[in-house]
């Protein structure tokens, strides 16, 4: 195999500059285990940049992305062990006092498990995200039948934020943080052509981040 072009300049300009000017940040980092201030679950997707939106440092934010940033519910959790491993290593050994599920507009995944749940049959052979997105089988059945076309994926994606919040607290370990108030989690969603960020609020809604 060979190293894209790209790959080796990118990595070369990071070390002759970046990494310079935080060379002592890095070197305190390997001395000490990590302690990050909170877990980021988000997509796969390439313009999500989320140590950029949130000013992340060495260190900082210990992240997992899987696509469409789905929790999955206890009796789903055999179809991607991965996710709850990674926060079952955040909660119980990292301890992190902060979990942010964050989602965006124009989701793949969202949008093709809409499809495929509308017209009832696969649009293409994918083998594993056929099963993967086949989780979001209860937040596509929340969306409002009076709610217009445009909207509904918007809808699907930030209806899955809340379902995925919901599935967290199947879980013991997970459930047991929270009602400690060991463990805050934080539903998301960015709007990927403005720059806006939604939060879920306390009445469950989705309100603009300030």
Known sequence: MQIPKFLIERYQFWKKNTFEDYKYVYVQASKTTQKPIAMIITCCDSRILENTMFGGNVGDYFIHRNIANIVPSKNDKDKNIQTL?????AIKVLKIPN??????SNCGGVEYSYKTLKDKKNINDFEYINQWTSCLQNSYNNIPNDLPESEKITFF?????????????EYDFIDKSINENKLNVVGLWFQIN????KFLDNNNSFVDLD
């Open 194 to 197: 403005s720059g806006l960020i």
């Open 85 to 89: 491993s990674a926060i079952e290593y």
């Open 99 to 104: 979990l942010f599920i964050l989602g965006h």
């Open 157 to 169: 994606e930030q209806e899955n934020i809340k379902q995925s919040i919901k599935n967290l607290r």
